[in-house]
């Protein structure tokens, strides 16, 4: 018989951090089925799982479907009403799934919620995927309670408490199952980064709520399939970033928007370039190219109303760079 709860591990490739932080997930939930969804890995993961974690289930895609359309094929055989979607290089602590539980049982508005994530591997600081619940500014950047761009707090208590926010990270993600599913799930053609802060503006378009409890905690790595610093990260970034307004910013004000966004944007490719190199400049215009692409079959996914992103901070960008 299914738990109330299933732990959802998407890997590829990642044998090595299944190794290291597969026994935490297991010791610290038992109120939990325990899946890793395999998104056709070369390096022997499913095997190893075989032999080294009997009690975990595996889940064979017949191919990498990169994060978003991995998750998407993954899921469909897991039948728990509370999905959490757990990175491959986070360690878990105890007690991180009731108060989670706790939330959703207290609130069925609330969709998803996200726990406190802190870095591996400076404990006291907060991870860049997530931090302490993530936000949006007036111009469509996303950025993190204890996270602007680049820069991370230190973890004083400052984000103890439980509060409502705009998108809960994809490195651990609790959500309904009902909920994932009314959305269609991920946007599979985002392939990786920013599904999730779309898949949850989705959820707010409908009237439901995120959420974030400094009440549970885990340790994320990051970087563990893409660098910060690739290219094909920044071309991800940008392209899913303009495609997930363009699907759910309320007309015209999104045409404004992508218009000044567009132009801000060309010049942050100028500063990528000479920051991070000539790669990146390039990764920026492909960004450009590929939405354009897209936009059509975009438009086609707008749903039939569409909310504003609230936001705590305006011209986030300006503040911080400028």
Known sequence: MSKKIAV?????????????????????????????????STDGSAAFLQSRFPEVKIIRNDKNYGFAGGYNEGLK???NEFYCLLNSDVE???NWITPVLDLFEG?????????????????N?????????????????????????????????????????FWASGCSLFIRSDDFWEQNGFDARFFAHQEEIDLCWRLINTGK???????????????????????????????????????????PKLIVLILFRLCLDSIAGIYFGLKLGFPHF???????????????????????????HFYQTKWLVFKHFL
């Open 107 to 123: 609130n069925p508005a609330i969709a998803a919620v996200q726990p406190k994530i802190l870095s591996f591997n400076r404990k």
């Open 209 to 251: 709520k995120i959420f974030y409890t400094g009440k549970s905690t885990v340790y994320h790595v990051g970087g563990g399939t893409l660098n910060k610093q690739s290219a094909q990260k920044t071309y991800l970034n940008i392209r899913n970033n303009f495609s997930m307004m363009l699907k759910n910013l309320p007309f």
């Open 77 to 79: 055989k897991i039948n």
């Open 92 to 94: 878990v602590t105890e």
């Open 8 to 40: 959802a591990i998407l890997n590829w490739n990642g044998k090595n951090w299944l190794e290291k932080f597969l026994p935490s997930v297991i010791r610290y939930s038992p109120e939990a089925d325990i899946y890793v969804i395999d998104n056709f």
């Open 282 to 308: 390039l990764a920026v215009l492909r960004a450009h190219f590929s939405f354009y692409a897209q936009a059509p079959g975009t438009w086609k996914l707008r749903q039939k109303h569409q909310k504003s």
């Open 125 to 165: 600081y907060f991870e860049f995927a997530g931090a302490a619940g993530g936000l949006m500014d007036n111009l469509g950047y996303p950025y993190c309670r204890g996270r602007i761009f680049d820069d991370v707090e230190e973890d004083k208590g400052q984000y103890d408490d439980e509060t409502e926010i």
